[in-house]
């Protein structure tokens, strides 16, 4: 793991106080002494209110939105503050991210309206102040035709759950309101050994005589180059000798660009940005590059809400998030699938973790939302241009599950075409879904892109990753290729000794990715890999594995309390702090005599000890398998490597625990009920086809094959009002799952299917023999 380093620290410590310091610039904290009030009211009635007492950040779907039924509150929402006139020529408060669309209020009056849930906005009060004062702020969380997102596979928390600031300044200062940035954009490049710097200001206010400072500063703050220029003068040039580079998690090396207004000797206003100075590129056969070196990015993607708290995190909560994925070995994340809070950009700055940042243009085009989505990412950009470990600008994810169209491909052409206008430094990026034709004209619009696949999980079996990408890549050998979604879905309390597709147990997941890091090893081409997810996070909509409310692809859980066994195969592959794990402590209970018991390390040899005894000791790489005879009753089992050691209690028994299998094999014909609470009886005669069996023995049958193609055209039409197309490839990958699964799966786009239409189908299938 990266530790964080002396020059790390002054460098925070440096932005940090300075930006709250700056000439007359103030900056405090806005978050306390709010009242929340849960009802959609006019202005006049949330200003009366009475209300609950909150300090922000806040969400108030942190528990309904978590528990599954997609029953969360969606709608509008009031919250009120009362504060004295603060100092200053100008006032404004800044919002870090209010979900979805706010309008602020300050005496009555609206001063600022922003519709878009995860980027910063600021709101100006000067003229509205009296000296006792009410701001009122209305949060949608709602249906709306004309914002992203409006359909995705994750909750949609209403409230305003990241920071607030009170900013008081001069009436001259640096334009922090430019479309939610500080109002300085560095853009440094290699040349050479040395680095050229462009710092550029924007200005409010700003008056004749007034002039702007500059300053580079190393991580220790020394000066490093200087110029002083008239304010009309904007734009800076500077040369740093010798510079040294931010090389991802080697050295995340920061230096620091210091703006100052000055007028006639005396300071108005000030801003800091670090800064990184590196150099990457992609190429389609090699794969990506950092400061000229091969760096392939290998990670994971990350959601940004918790159990219980929805997405109002704390600083503490970023931090613990980075520091779990760090202490992993991963060098890169895909923060999915908006803008994150500003602090956890800056946090990957500081470990040197590389960034795929997008905006959430997800799951189904809006026909009335094309501006929403320039505007959604002119702000990305501009308030995340100064970060170094932002690679890459994502326009997109999965957005033709409802089909391809030119309107959705004239959009993607405008997105592109803004992120060079505005960065063209870095590349663009976008997620297709897996079923994507290869042929399709979105594969040619952005710089690089990825696909979402899930072979082994929502169709096909794990090994089929590796020929559809070598098959791609054959085909495209000029497009840079990356695996940006993959996973499968383990919750704790489920296990198997022979785990198989399915069945949601955290052995399957532990062996899917042992399989996937396999295949990535060996194919440099893929320039970047994400895990789906790095933690189980919050989806209202799901009822899978027996726990609603949430996806379980993490490879931590929800509260971050447990790491899962696969969190550690990833740990064995891209760590470099030795270590070793026993897996399977969960899976206590073992009916068999003798039980296979995986130990996943980085060192070289592994020894394992069963109640004392030596068990065996193997020489290998990363996964080590030891079948081990299990005594009646309790056990110990412990692996060693040198100094290091792990231990895990298991327990043979008589009989296996049910209690470790999903009922029903995790299908959802359990339990189904007519209208009238009469059970729904689903028969499975021996001998003949039912809803149970693999599509693809289903298809060997002319007669089933007919009854099965309906069902999938149906299923293509629950995606959206065009459907979507279904490429020669997708009956393939779902070949393995049964039309029962199929079903479960057709719930995630938030359409279920009608569970009558099951029970037809299943009594139909019953009646042909196989």
Known sequence: MMMLTAQHISCIALCSLKKGEYGVRKTENFNGEWIFIKSALTLAGAERAQGEPVTLPHTWNAADGQDGGNDYFRGQCWYVKRFPRPAGERV??????????????????????????????????????????????????????????????????????????????????????????????????????????????????????????????????????????????????????????????????????????????????????????????????????????????????????????????????????????AAMGANYIRLAHYQHDPYFYDLCDQYGLVV????????????????????????????????????????????????????LIDTHRRLNDLCHRLDPTRFTVMANVSVLPADSPLIGIPDAFGYNHYFGWYGGRVEDNAPWLDAFHARHPDKALGLSEYGCEAVLKWHASEPRCGDYSEEYQAYYHEKMLETFAERPYLWSTAVWNMFDFGSDMRDEGGEAGQNHKGLVTFDRKIKKDSYFIYKAWWSREPFVHVCGRRYVERAEVVTRVKVYSNCARVALYANGRLAGEKTGSRVFAFDVPLDMGENTIEARCGELSDRVALRRVAEPNPDYVLPFGGEEVANWFDDQGNRIEFEFPEGYFSVRDPIEEILTNPESAAIVLGAMEGLMKNFGEGGMELPPEFMQMIGSFSIERIFSLAGLSGKKLPREALLEMNRTLTKIKK
């Not at 002119?378 to 030119?406: A, F, R």
């Open 92 to 325: 404004f408060v800044r919002f870090n991210g209010v979900n979805a669309i706010a309008d602020v209020f300050v005496n009555g009056a609206r001063v600022a309206r922003h519709a878009g849930g995860y980027s910063a906005f600021c709101a100006d009060v000067t003229e509205r102040l009296a000296q006792e004062n009410v701001i009122c702020v209305s949060v949608d969380n709602g249906p709306d035709s004309r914002t992203y997102p409006q359909h995705a596979d994750f909750t949609f928390y209403g409230g305003i759950y990241r920071d607030v600031n009170l900013i008081c300044c001069d009436e001259s200062h640096f334009d922090f309101d430019d479309d939610g940035s500080e109002g300085v954009y560095v853009t440094p490049r290699v040349e050479g050994k040395d680095a050229s710097v462009r710092v550029e200001t924007r200005l409010s206010g700003a008056k004749a005589g007034q002039s702007i400072r500059v300053r580079i500063l190393d991580a220790l703050g020394v000066p490093v180059a200087e110029k002083t220029q008239s304010a009309e003068e904007t734009a800076f040039d500077f040369v740093i000798p010798g510079a040294r580079l931010w090389d991802g998690l080697d050295d995340p090396y920061l230096y620091t660009a210091e703006a100052r207004l000055l007028e006639g000797g005396a300071e108005l206003d000030g801003v800091c940005a670090r800064f990184g100075v590196r150099s990457f590129r992609v190429d389609p056969n090699e794969g990506f590059f950092l400061n000229g070196r091969s760096y392939p990015l290998r990670g994971v993607s990350r959601h940004q809400d918790r159990l219980g708290v929805g997405n109002a995190l704390s600083r503490a909560d970023h931090e613990e998030d980075i520091r779990l994925i």
């Open 356 to 407: 795929w940042a997008e905006i959430p243009f997800i799951s189904k085009y809006l026909p009335d939302g094309d501006e929403n989505l320039i505007f959604q990412m002119t702000e990305l950009v501009k308030q995340n241009y100064n970060h170094p470990s932002i690679v890459c600008w994502g326009l997109s994810n999965e957005i033709s599950m409802g089909g391809v169209d030119g309107a």
